[in-house]
Structure formats: structure tokens, C-alpha cells
């Protein structure tokens, strides 16, 4: 059993459509974090979740929502996306809002029609 | 603010060969430091991690890495690279406590590594 389980692993959407990614961690982490991931640049914090609040926004637009209902679950609400929203989408979490390693999901690939 | 460059982009070795991956960082205190693997389709896997004490390393699948503070680096290396360790590799920095990037890494462009056989 992986530690992070993201669902689904591809997502193929229109701009009007919405959609929610979703993550898992069985690791009994308390920080939970989302990245984006696109070719040829840097991954990109997008926020930061620990003990259930949100800690971080790193200037995320608001097409994107996250919810983090309790430590070991992670949603990322898509809707009303645009083509460069195109990306991998990476879930990690951590023991704490810590610099203990964190770790990551499989991501989910998405793509904006 | 901290930031992490991984000068080379594609790197190409024989399979055999040794391996060195190169990263700088700028931060202003000791910082912590991450390499990190991705194959293609997956997540991020920690190799190794650096956080005090012995500037030398040791890693999952037989990588090591060094930091030198003299040049703020942190290079990854592996004596005799295997087809299986064809890969991108990132170089990641987190902050100390009390800092505001305490907790979050910023991590390099990432070097893809290429092996032949």
C-alpha cells in the first residue's frame, strides 16, 4: 500500500467543467501539501494544510479550491479551468509543518481541453 | 528567499559510469537540504536528506551527496550509475525554524538522467 494515494490518476476535462482531485496518506502525517508540476518548470507550491487548516496559498487562482476535511484527506475542487492549468498535480504530506521529508503521491495528470 | 538551480538539464551516462548531479542554493542560514526522484509516472521518492552534522550523505540506491557551505552546493553522486536509475532527479531546499519558508521546500528544475547501456 503506498503512503499518499491520489485518485484519479488522469483527468481529462473542459474549461466549464468541474472536477475535484483527491488525496490519501496513510501515514499519520498532519501536514498535507498540493504542487503543480509543469514540463520544463519548477514545482510550483500551490498550498499548505496542517492540522486540517490552511497554512499557505501561494497566490493560487481561485479556479482552484482545496478542502482538507481531517489530517489524512486532501481535495483540490477544479472549475472553470484554462489550457495552462495543464499539468501533473502532486499531493505530499509530512509529519508536521516541519522540514522532515515529505511524501508524495503518484500525482494526477490533467488535462484542460 | 531561498532558491535551488540544477545547472544541467539532461545529463547522459554509460551504464556503469559514474554520476554526478550538480545543485546550488541560496539561502541565508544552513539550510536543509533534499534529493528527490521522479520516473516517469510516479511521484517524488527521497534518496537523501541533509540536515546537520556529517557533510557527507548516504542515500537510498546507493547515492551519496555532499554539502559544501564554501559553495553553497549540494551534489548528488553515484560510483557506477545502473539502467534503472534513469530518472529526473530534483534538488530541494527547506528552511530553518522560526523562518518563514520553514516547512516548505523550493525545489531545482529538476536533471533528467539519461542511461545507455
Known amino acids: 500500500e503506498t503512503g499518499v494515494t491520489q485518485t484519479p490518476r488522469h483527468l481529462v476535462m473542459g474549461m466549464t467543467n468541474k472536477k475535484s482531485l483527491k488525496c490519501e496518506q496513510h501515514?499519520?502525517?498532519?501536514?498535507m501539501y498540493w504542487y503543480k508540476q509543469s514540463a520544463k518548470k519548477p514545482l510550483e507550491l500551490m498550498f499548505v494544510?496542517?492540522?486540517?487548516?490552511?497554512?499557505e496559498n501561494n497566490s493560487v487562482p481561485s479556479r482552484f479550491s482545496p478542502e482538507c476535511p481531517n489530517s489524512s484527506h486532501l481535495f483540490l475542487h477544479l472549475h472553470t479551468l484554462q489550457p495552462e492549468d495543464s499539468a501533473l498535480y502532486l499531493c505530499?504530506?509530512?509529519?508536521?509543518?516541519?522540514?522532515?521529508?515529505?511524501?508524495f503521491g503518484d500525482g494526477t495528470r490533467l488535462s484542460i481541453l | 528567499a531561498q532558491s535551488v538551480t540544477q545547472p544541467d538539464i539532461h545529463i547522459t551516462v554509460s551504464e556503469g559510469a559514474s554520476l554526478e548531479l550538480r545543485c546550488n542554493y541560496s539561502?541565508?542560514?544552513?539550510?536543509?537540504l533534499f534529493w528527490y526522484v521522479q520516473s516517469p509516472g510516479q511521484g517524488l521518492q527521497l534518496l537523501l536528506k541533509?540536515?546537520?552534522?556529517?557533510?557527507l550523505v548516504q542515500g537510498i540506491k546507493g547515492f551519496e551527496a555532499e554539502f559544501k557551505r564554501s559553495q553553497s552546493s549540494f551534489n548528488l553522486r553515484k560510483p557506477s550509475v545502473h539502467w534503472s536509475d534513469a530518472a529526473e532527479y530534483f534538488c530541494?531546499?527547506?528552511?530553518?525554524?522560526?523562518?518563514?519558508?520553514?516547512?516548505?521546500?523550493?525545489f531545482g528544475q529538476g536533471t533528467i538522467l539519461t542511461v545507455h547501456p
Open positions: 530541494a531546499v527547506g528552511g530553518n525554524a522560526g523562518g518563514t519558508s520553514y516547512g516548505k521546500l523550493t
Open positions: 539561502y541565508g542560514a544552513t539550510p536543509y
Open positions: 494544510y496542517n492540522f486540517k487548516e490552511q497554512t
Open positions: 541533509y540536515f546537520s552534522g556529517d557533510t
Open positions: 501515514l499519520g502525517h498532519n501536514a
Open positions: 505530499a504530506s509530512s509529519p508536521g509543518l516541519s522540514n522532515q521529508p515529505q511524501h
